[in-house]
């Protein structure tokens, strides 16, 4: 099973391959599913995607 946060994480990961620099910053701020990787990173914690 694919859980919603899988398949954000992985568009997320798309988005910062394609240098798609403003989409990836509005999917992070606005996709329920990666709260917590929002929130590590407002902590200062780097965050990989891939």
Known sequence: MILPSD???LV????SD???VRSRQVFLEE????SEIRQT???GQQV???
Not at 31 to 34: D, K, Q, T
């Open 48 to 50: 990989y995607i891939q």
């Open 41 to 43: 990173a407002a902590q």
């Open 18 to 20: 394609e240098g798609l």
């Open 31 to 34: 996709s329920p599913h990666l």
């Open 12 to 15: 997320l990961g798309y988005l």
């Open 7 to 9: 398949v954000a994480r």
